[in-house]
């Protein structure tokens, strides 16, 4: 059974541009959460999908945006990048919620 | 506000030597406390977890405690082995499914 899937694993980016980070659940898990991972910091919750839907949100601007597919797979995009969205972007895929296993991440450096 | 404090930030043990990582959490309503070990270059790893209908819970060498009244829960890590070396976040559950995560604690064992 495969374990969370994120892709890519590393992405180099400029200022302005925009980035799509790609996420596939475990095998059973519908629910898939991002979160946000500075260097030497904890994980910061982004938002949540459930049911194809935006379930929750944390404290990051609309430039953020997120996507669910049928199959449970989500995308993380985030428009107009700026330096400080260089971090670890991190996949949890949940059946239901509360148990949260995480991917790989995706290193996102913005130049 | 929401909010988990983590303590220490860093430890250093000797091999067959006890860990112990506290964290304290603000909303009285969280009721389900998550462990992750991280290891350089990957993603969290659930390694325990347990919920706020049960004080302590055990899995071999690791075991978490909870203090309800204190809002305060840690991680004992019993007989340390070098493979141990990691950092450690504890995270409590906001408002459904969102994880408040402490700010790490690094653990190196040495031999």
């Known amino acids: 059974d495969a374990g969370v899937t994120q892709s890519p694993t590393h992405l180099i980016k400029t200022r302005g541009q925009q980035v799509t980070l790609r996420c596939s659940p475990k095998s059973g898990h519908d629910t898939v959460s991002w979160y946000q991972q500075a260097l030497g910091q904890g994980p910061q919750f982004i938002f949540q999908?459930?049911?194809?839907?935006?379930?929750q949100r944390g404290n990051f601007p609309d430039r953020f945006s997120g996507h669910q597919f049928p199959n449970y797979s989500s995308e993380l995009n985030v428009n107009a990048l700026l330096l400080g969205d260089s971090a670890l972007y991190l996949c949890?895929?949940?059946?239901?919620?509360?148990?949260?296993?995480f991917g790989p991440g995706t290193r996102l450096l913005v130049l | 506000g929401e909010n988990v404090e983590q303590h220490p930030s860093t430890l250093s043990v000797q091999e067959g030597d006890s860990a112990v990582i506290k964290c304290t959490y603000s909303?009285?309503?969280?009721?389900?406390f998550p462990w992750y070990k991280q290891e350089l270059g990957k993603g969290p790893q659930l390694i325990i977890d347990i919920r706020s209908n049960v004080g302590e819970k055990k899995d071999q060498r690791i075991a978490v405690t909870l203090n309800k009244t204190a809002k305060h829960f840690s991680l004992h890590i019993t007989e340390t082995q070098p493979e141990d070396s990691a950092v450690y976040f504890c995270?409590?559950?906001?408002?459904?499914?969102?994880?408040?995560f402490g700010t790490g604690t690094r653990l190196q064992v040495f031999p």
């Open positions: 909303d009285s309503a969280s009721n389900y």
């Open positions: 999908y459930y049911e194809e839907e935006e379930r």
């Open positions: 995270a409590a559950r906001y408002n459904t499914d969102k994880l408040i």
């Open positions: 949890a895929s949940s059946p239901g919620g509360e148990t949260q296993y």
